[in-house]
C-alpha cells in the first residue's frame, strides 16, 4: 500500500509541477521545440475528455472525476478489496492522472496539455494522460497472468 500511495502522490506532484512550470514559460497556443521532430511542447486547454470529446459539457467531466477518484480510491487502499498488487499499483496511476486532471478542471476551468506528438496526427496530452494510460495497461496485464509453466516451457 505505501507504493501505491507514492505511485498517487508522485503522478500528482509531477503532473501538477511540470503544469505549472510551463503555464510560466510558454504562453497557451505556443509550443516549443523539445525533441526535434518528435515531440514539442504546446500549450493547450481541454474542456472535453479525451480527444476533446464533448468539449461543451465541461461539467461531465468534473463530475466524472470525482467518481472516478472515489471509486478507485476504494478499489486501491481499502484493505478490504482483494485485488493483486500490481491491479491496485494500476489503479494508483490511474488515481493520480486523474486528479491531476481534476485539480486543472477545478482550478483552470479545463486541463492543461502540452506533450504534441510531432511525426503522428494525435491529440496534445499530458502527465496525467499518460499515467492513466499506463494504469490501464498494467489493470489489462494483470487480467492475464502468465503460468510459470508456461514461461520455463517456452510455451
Known amino acids: ?9 508522485f503522478v500528482v506532484l509531477i503532473d501538477q509541477v511540470s503544469k505549472r512550470y510551463l503555464l510560466s514559460s510558454i504562453d497557451l497556443g505556443d509550443s516549443k521545440e523539445f525533441l526535434p521532430g518528435v515531440m514539442s511542447l504546446t500549450m493547450a486547454q481541454n474542456t472535453g475528455g479525451a480527444f476533446s470529446v464533448f468539449k461543451e459539457y465541461p461539467m461531465l467531466f468534473m463530475i466524472i472525476g470525482i467518481v472516478n477518484l472515489l471509486i478507485f480510491s476504494y478499489v486501491c487502499f481499502c ?64 487480467l492475464f497472468p502468465v503460468r510459470k509453466k508456461q514461461l520455463i516451457k517456452g510455451n
Open 1 to 9: 500500500m505505501k507504493l501505491n500511495l507514492f505511485i498517487f502522490f
Open 79 to 142: 484493505p478490504n478489496v482483494k485485488l493483486s498488487n500490481s491491479m491496485k499499483t494500476g489503479c494508483a496511476f490511474i488515481l493520480g492522472g486523474t486528479l491531476g486532471n481534476l485539480i486543472d478542471r477545478v482550478t483552470n476551468g479545463a486541463v492543461i496539455d502540452f506533450f504534441n506528438l510531432e511525426f503522428v496526427d494525435f491529440a496534445i496530452f499530458n502527465f496525467a494522460d499518460v499515467a492513466i494510460n499506463v494504469g490501464v495497461v498494467i489493470i489489462l496485464a494483470g
